[in-house]
């Protein structure tokens, strides 16, 4: 019996139609042909590196162009909460991050905000155990870690659950775009950790989030906290314990991402296409991932499995291209000529001063 | 997060001034023993590699170096909560922050401590599973009453996303069925538990299921 507590009747008879349909599809994962348009879901595969991967989703989903405008703030929420190196993929592969980042810079963004509240309040040395911080920074990213309170501001949630009002970053009233880099694994409370659990990142007090039950308040967060694009990190999936993914994280090689403007569906595409690999985690049940019902309840996006599945295309991204431009020579100090008239500068300045005060000592001796 | 010993907040205080401390501070800790009439009758949290408690008592200078170096802001001087004994000398307070050691190897309060009461714990070759045959601050404790998967039935595992050492918790069931019944839930493995107060830090029930106590901790030998 699935739950119906806060389901309308509506979207619980489409879960069961969904859930039907895959069953019948069998390996229900996307395989839709055709071009896929800006509500589609993609899934970016056989790319040789996680640039390439990242750069065609875009391409797929109508052009970096049509999320970034030259000028424009992007933030970046990647997982970046784990104090854990890249191989466990506990975090966002600093890759994609890297990636987003660069491409980001090239189509004109003024800056590339990547922001996440770590784990423990120790952002600095979380993302330097990570590698993230150093992947962002080395392609003209800015790190910020979200460790303060003064880091947040009340966000109203109108509409929620049990959520009034969340204390969200300040940095997401600042920035003109958000970007949702998630990585795809397994977490033990929830049963996976994709784009809205994500999300959690982004708020200072996520004790409230366990109390209030993390079903409910998750899907009310993605009411307040809208990313303007997803792009979910499933290169080499965590299987089982996650979310540190300690001792075996149980991987599962997929080398892909999943990206799409619709925060549910992007959810729903990703761990369609890792639970019909015969990972139960990945389901959506009233004991597993049930934020997605709620959230597609709450309106917030398609949460109905067959019908993302019918809007999901694959895209091949052999030919895709997404180098880490180093773009720091703005930062990089001078070269020697401005030392050196600096030094010149004082050297002639204190000779100067030395003259004219010996020259006052005559002075005074002459009377 | 690799301080050296003299390269502290309290890099100002005079030889002078840092000796009259640790006066003050021997005079606090036999006052202490004079008017508790005995030391150590309550064993708080102390921060890692801390010497027998007795010793500690007796040696702590309670110049409070340890305190403003901790990067997770973890470390509290007592008033006298726990007796005049424990007056001025630090301990590891969860709620606040907890012991960063077990992820990076930190030992910033045990380079600040002039008294040697905090002695270096060589934890470089230990894998993190194994790290409580050296670092052991306390252990940590849950009340199922509070703790959400056991009494709402509701997904939480805070304690587990947390707790940087494998194996100090495990996690179990999962696999019933029915609203609550795939729910999984923490279990605490006191042999492997470092008490770092990581799990207690983020425990989000108020008051607190997670509870580290000083009970099984470590201590080291004053030299």
Redesign the interface.
Known sequence: ?L?RDGISRRSFLGFGAGAATLALLGRANAQQQGVPGRDSVVISENGSNPAQLVSGAFEALGGIRSFISPGDTVLLKPNASF?IGPEIGANTNPEIVSAVTSLCLQAGANRVVVADHT????GR?VIR?NGIGEAVEGCGGEFMTLDSRSDYEAREIVGGNVLKSVDSAKVISDSDVLINLPVMKNH???GASVGLKNLMGLVYD??????E???TTIADLALAVRPDLTIVDAINVMTK?G??G??DPGHHYLNRVVAGVDPVAVDVASLNMVSSLGYPDFEI????NNYIRYADDLGVGDGNPSSVNEKTFLWDSTEGDANCVVQKEGLELPGWAPYTALSGATIALGGAAILYDRRSGDVRKKG | MSGKRGNTAFDSVSRRHFLATLGAGTAISLAGVTLGGKTGRTEVLRPPGAIEERAFLSLCARCGRCVPVCPNSALQLQGLENGMDNLMTPKLVPALGHCIMPLNGCQNCIEACPAKVLQPLDISELPTQELSRVLKIGTATLDTSRCIPYSLKQPCLACWEICPVVGAITIHGGTGKGKGGGIRKPVFNPEVCVGCGACEFACPTSPKSVRVLPAGSKRTEWN
């Open positions: 019996m739950p104090s784990l423990g309040r120790l040395e155990i033990d409370a929830t996520r004790m409230v989030f366990h109390r039950g993390l079903w314990n979310p540190r300690q001792p049940s009233e004991n597993r």
